[in-house]
Structures are given as C-alpha cells and as structure tokens.
C-alpha cells in the first residue's frame, strides 16, 4: 500500500468551487475520493484508475470531476456548484485491486476538511 496526503480542503460559499488534491507515496492501481458528512455514513466520491477509467457516485456526476497525474501519483477532486450538504471531511483512498467510488480501501489518508456555508 501507499502513504496518501490529502489538501486543499477550506471553506467556500455555497455555489462555490474547490480542488482538493492527494499525493500518494508511489504508484497505485485506483485512487479515489470518500467522504464523512454529518449525520450520515461514509460514502464513496468518485474513483480514477491510473488507466483514467472513472466512476462517480450519482450525487456527484456533473459537479465533481476526478482526474490524476500518474507522473507525480497525485490524485484531483475539482468540486463545483457547491451545496450546504457537501460540508464534511474528504478522504483519499487507494487500491491496488479493484476500483469504485466506495469507502473501502488498503490505503486511507487523513482526509481534509470542506466547509460550504450560506
């Protein structure tokens, strides 16, 4: 497994944008994008293996785009239109097996905050 450092995490206003970025230590089959959101369970973002196959969870398609840099093993969350509910914390995940936009990976960093407020 990898060593994944998350940032990028901050405040905005709804309707706002942010880019949330994770390195890993080394090279890695999937890296992926989870979230703790208050009150609710930890759900899957969005997932990119390091052939650029993708998967977003529905709440995510047309917001959030996920790409990375297997050069530099960085992973991207763009996050645009931001709502109130998207406030929580963001974990970057990976795997060396398989990929989707789930909460279950060997590799988990310390996630970073996303504050959206009114």
């Known amino acids: 497994q990898v060593h994944l450092v998350e940032s990028g995490g901050g405040s905005v206003q709804a309707g706002g944008s942010l880019r949330l970025s994770c390195a890993a230590s080394?090279?890695?089959?999937?890296m992926a994008w989870f979230r703790q959101v208050p009150g609710k369970e930890l759900e899957g973002v969005a997932s990119?293996?390091?052939?650029?196959?993708?998967h977003y969870a529905e709440f995510a398609k047309g917001r959030f785009t996920i790409s990375r840099d297997n050069a530099k093993n960085i992973v991207y969350l763009q996050m645009n239109s931001l709502k109130l509910e998207d406030t929580g914390m963001y974990y970057c995940g990976a795997d060396d097996t398989s990929c989707s936009a789930r909460t279950d990976f060997g590799s988990r960093g310390q996630g970073t905050q996303v504050t959206v407020s009114s």
């Open positions: 990119v293996t390091m052939y650029d196959t993708i």
């Open positions: 080394g090279s890695i089959y999937c």
